[in-house]
């Protein structure tokens, strides 16, 4: 067996893989020309201006079109997106949501900047939520389960939509790192009743920031769209005073989403089927080389395989202080493997764990709830097993063939040195 990079062997490539921004590796000339036209037309504003393009609209429309939902709303971010969802369901101080432990801050953030508390359920060997852990959360100060799909790989719904029923809670679906996954024929996003999508950079298709927000539902849609715009009514004639729907107005926020970032987004949109059909292919290949070659190493599981976008293949290692010899070995190899959010939980980040917030009082955990919310390390012990010991390998839409075969040569070279006894 050859020897190891880090140990002064040869590197299985000659150079590191390309960065992992899928949609913004295959941005290029049609992005470009739909900026340029919104630009040349002064009109980069959504509801009006000299030459509207209606860009955002249009995005809307292709995503309603493909996702198979009647209702799409673009908004600046997913942050947004989630803010405006919990706003719509009528969530917010006094009320508990929750929140898988192995998430992005936005999650659970978007959740206090709502008003409402998160608490956090534990993941399974998928490193989504576990359905099973869901009863230990539950009281009745509990109203949503915000169901995140992390990297690509969707959520079990059924049993998250069935307990959801059962319990009168709502569900929103953040996937905001799974545009284009779906779970057993549906798109994620679409199964509950609100879904969320990210276009930051970072994630599958992007404008460089961006979000939506897609749902079936025509009252949470209107809600929606007033919360995005200030709490204005889209027809202008509800708004008046004596309308019979005055008192059903509130005051909202400004999430609207620019027409550049409608613009750039149509052609993403466009895109993504080629993306996710790319990302699947690399990713399937990579993963049964791996398992071909190395029986006994673990991958992620998953709730639907064909389902998997493939933009990154997770393999969990014996331990962390394995996984984190394992990524190391593999950098010098030019295989850039990374562990999600250092290794934790997200409730271990310091501001959440210790409920900080910018309001007076620390607003809204100083809610008198029946249940106190109070969190602790070892509150998901799947989370703090798991996590650390999950390496994931990023998937370009832009891998060649070349690329899979010195992949794969390196994580086999690897993992045998470090865990095969021979
Ligand atoms: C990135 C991300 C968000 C936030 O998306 P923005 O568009 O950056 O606000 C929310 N949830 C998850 C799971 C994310 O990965």
Redesign the pocket.
Known sequence: MSKLAIEGGTPARSKPLPPNYPGASVMGAEEAEQASRTILARSPFRYYGPGMQHAVQALEDAMAKDLGVPYVLGVT??????IVALKALGIGYGDKVIVPAK??L??PG?VVCAGAVPVFVDVDESLNLDPGDLERVMDDEVKAIIA?S?LGNPVDMEPVMAFARKHGLYVIE?V??SCGAKYKGSYTGTIGDIG?F???M??VITAG???ALVTRDPQLFDRAVRYHDQGMFRQKARYEMDSPEETNAFIGQNYRMSELTGAVMIEQWHKLDGIVAAMKKQCGSIRASLAAELPTMRFRKTADPDGDIGSNLGMIMPSAEAAQQFVKALHAERIGVYILYGGKPVYMIPQLFHQQTAEKDNFPFNYPFEQPVTYTENMCPSAVDLIPRTVYLPVSPTLTDQDVREIVEGIVKVYKHFFVQV
């Not at 971010?77 to 989630?82: D, K, N, Q, V």
């Open positions: 971010s997913c942050t947004a997106a989630l998430t992005f936005a999650t978007a995140v992390i953040d905001a790192q969320v990210s276009f930051q970072n994630k920031e961006g979000g």
